[in-house]
């Protein structure tokens, strides 16, 4: 089993910026890829960013490409999601998430999630 600790959520003007963490911990050498998810109120989860765990391969949403940076530090197992730019529509609960399938940096598939943190963008 993984863990997964999200933190560095908290509000920020339109235009601001905000680094969000994510801490793994448990069995962590079998994670092939991490990710972050959010979820504002009455939409449902969507994907944001993803990142390879191996070769550090990214992949971004169109909604925040050019804005969002995800990034890893393997000695750390941990993640993070340097988020510039920021739009009242960037407002969410963002979620760190992990896999342990091999596909799953192509498939969007995730096994592990953490308790989430709340982003609000303020107009």
């Known amino acids: 089993q993984v863990q997964l600790v999200e933190s560095g959520g908290g509000l920020v003007q339109a235009g601001g910026s905000l680094r969000l963490s994510c801490a793994a911990s448990g069995r962590t050498f079998s994670m092939y890829a991490m990710a972050w998810f959010r979820q504002a109120p009455g939409k449902e989860r969507e994907f944001a960013a993803a990142i390879s765990w191996n070769d550090g391969s990214t992949d971004y949403a169109d909604s925040v490409k050019g804005r969002f940076t995800i990034s890893r530090d393997n000695a750390k197992n941990t993640m993070y999601l340097q988020m510039n730019s920021l739009k009242p529509e960037d407002t969410a609960v963002y979620y760190c998430?992990?896999?342990?399938?091999?596909?799953?940096?192509?498939?969007?598939?995730?096994?592990?999630w953490g308790q989430g943190t709340q982003v609000t963008v303020s107009s």
């Open positions: 998430a992990a896999s342990a399938r091999v596909m799953a940096f192509v498939s969007r598939r995730y096994d592990y």
